[in-house]
T-cell receptor, first 112, second 115 residues
Framework: GENVEQHPSTLSVQEGDSAVIKCTYS??????FPWYKQELGKGPQLIID?????GEKKDQRIAVTLNKTAKHFSLHITETQPEDSAVYFC???????????FGDGTTLTVKP | DTEVTQTPKHLVMGMTNKKSLKCEQH?????MYWYKQKAKKPPELMFV???????INESVPSRFSPECPNSSLLNLHLHALQPEDSALYLC??????????????FGPGTRLTVL
């Protein structure tokens, strides 16, 4: 089955700096890659996603890049703010599969 | 409206109790999911319903019993749970399983404690 590895497990940055979280996946059939943000006491919330026919997607301060050949995708957050502090999960899935495989999560701390 | 609601927010139960978790969405989604999440871990898939039929059961113990009464509601019935079942139980929904959109929308979860 699919295996997703996520790095780093913890990341601490100064407010205003950029943060990058990387994930690799094993199954070349995976074609949908969402990123979720989970704040303490809440459910995961989708922040951005990318499909395998696209190499990069951007939404304001958040961007995701996908390298299908290398089977890895990354989340980039620019101009970080304290409210970006949370656990971030990447995931990989195939259309029609009904299942997503999650990475183990990255705890991001943005220091004011 | 991209909201999935879950009740109750918190639940404490003994090992002999029977309780139910409820999940509701009004986005017209036809796929609904139950996940279990332990502290500092990713969500683990338990069950998937597609068009009110159980589509995936990830070998979950029978003390967890899912039910999908209609396309907007999803229940998880709990009976004779163990302390190790204490976790955050998350519900999610997506448009379908068969389409190209697999975006899942999660609810806030029910924090379950089994004594």
């Amino acid at each position: 089955g699919e295996n997703v590895e996520q790095h780093p497990s913890t990341l601490s940055v100064q407010e205003g700096d950029s943060a990058v979280i990387k994930c690799t996946y094993s199954d070349s059939a995976s074609n949908y890659f969402p990123w979720y943000k989970q704040e303490l006491g809440k459910g995961p919330q989708l922040i951005i996603d990318i499909r395998s026919n696209v190499g990069e997607k951007k939404d304001q301060r958040i961007a995701v890049t996908l390298n299908k050949t290398a089977k890895h995708f990354s989340l980039h957050i620019t101009e970080t703010q304290p409210e970006d502090s949370a656990v971030y999960f990447c995931a990989a899935s195939m259309a029609n599969a009904g299942k997503s495989t999650f990475g183990d999560g990255t705890t991001l701390t943005v220091k004011p | 409206d991209t909201e999935v609601t879950q009740t109750p927010k918190h639940l404490v139960m003994g090992m002999t109790n029977k309780k139910s978790l409820k999940c509701e969405q009004h986005m017209g989604h036809r796929a609904m999911y139950w996940y279990k999440q332990k502290a500092k871990k990713p969500p683990e898939l338990m069950f998937v319903y597609s068009y009110e039929k159980l589509s995936i059961n990830e070998s979950v113990p029978s003390r967890f019993s899912p039910e999908c009464p209609n396309s907007s509601l999803l229940n998880l019935h709990l009976h004779a749970l163990q302390p190790e079942d204490s976790a955050l139980y998350l519900c999610a929904s997506s448009q379908t399983l068969a389409g190209s959109t697999d975006t899942q929308y999660f609810g806030p979860g029910t924090r379950l404690t089994v004594l």
